[in-house]
């Protein structure tokens, strides 16, 4: 199994910058693909970026493509997910997920999340 855990959320004022870890364990992150989802208040999760395990590909949902980059370091097992021009709506409670389903919506193995507060 993986153990996920994210750090890095946190307060941040409208056209700012974060960048969320994710630190992995129990097993290395280059065998799964890995992604970022988030969950605004009382909303569903939903999938925000993607890097593929083999091709190194990666995806984006439209809301955050061009601002958003995710990034794999997998000498230290860890994933990334750097914030630019942060809006309001980008508000939630942002998870790590590990899996091995070619779907970019399937994951196995979740962390426990980190806030992030976007301030208009």
């Known amino acids: 199994q993986v153990q996920l855990v994210e750090s890095g959320g946190g307060l941040v004022q409208a056209g700012g910058s974060l960048r969320p870890s994710c630190a992995a364990s129990?097993?290395?992150?280059?065998?799964?693909?890995m992604a970022w989802l988030r969950q605004a208040p009382g909303k569903e999760r939903k999938f925000v970026a993607t890097?593929?395990?083999?091709?190194?590909?990666?995806y984006y949902s439209d809301s955050v493509k061009g601002r958003f980059t995710i990034s794999r370091d997998n000498a230290k097992n860890t994933v990334y997910l750097q914030m630019n021009t942060l809006a309001p709506d980008d508000t939630g409670v942002y998870y790590c997920?590990?899996?091995?389903?070619?779907?970019?919506?399937?994951?196995?193995?979740w962390g426990q999340g980190t806030q992030v507060t976007v301030s208009s």
């Open positions: 129990g097993r290395t992150i280059s065998n799964y693909n």
């Open positions: 997920a590990a899996g091995q389903s070619p779907s970019i919506s399937s994951y196995d193995y």
């Open positions: 890097i593929r395990r083999t091709t190194l590909n990666t």
